[in-house]
């Protein structure tokens, strides 16, 4: 049973935020790309950075909670969001960084094909999808 001074806590140190059911952006945070979907998550942890990923992962694990990753949201069977655990919504973390010498692009794991940085990763000769709303 979750208790409430261990959430408040989490949500205390969280950066991006934690958002529950009865929030006024609840509804539109547990969407995914698949309509169909319909989960409802107990926590949403929308992660600003990589501290606020450990601490989800910390908590969910303390809390022997279900966690499911949401990144784009893409997943056709809306595997990025779970009934009643833990959601770890990398959603805001949205960056494009290019190592030109060692040919490799890094993305945030929030980002869709048309949050990529697209100037930059052309470098690279990437496949230019006509999808900005997927991953790549
Ligand atoms: C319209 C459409 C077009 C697409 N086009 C392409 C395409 O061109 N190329 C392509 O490669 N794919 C494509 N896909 C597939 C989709 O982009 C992939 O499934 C992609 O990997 C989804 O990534 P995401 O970050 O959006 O996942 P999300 O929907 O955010 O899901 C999170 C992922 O993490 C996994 N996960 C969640 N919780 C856990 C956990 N606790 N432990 C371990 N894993 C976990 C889930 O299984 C899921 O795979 C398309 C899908 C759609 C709907």
Redo the contacts with the bound molecule.
Sequence with gaps: MLKENAIADFKANLRGGLIEPGDKDYDEARK???GMIHKRPRLIARCADVADVISSVNFGRENDLL??????????GG??ICDDGLVIDLSPIKYTRVDPEARTVTVGGGCTWGDVDQNRVGIFSLPA?D?PR??M
């Excluded at 966690?67 to 056709?76: L, M, P």
Aim: glycine residues 22%; hydrophobic residues 40%; aromatic residues 0%.
């Design positions: 995914v790309h698949n966690v499911s990753i949401r990144g784009g949201g893409h997943n056709a595997l990025g999808l999808l997927t991953l």
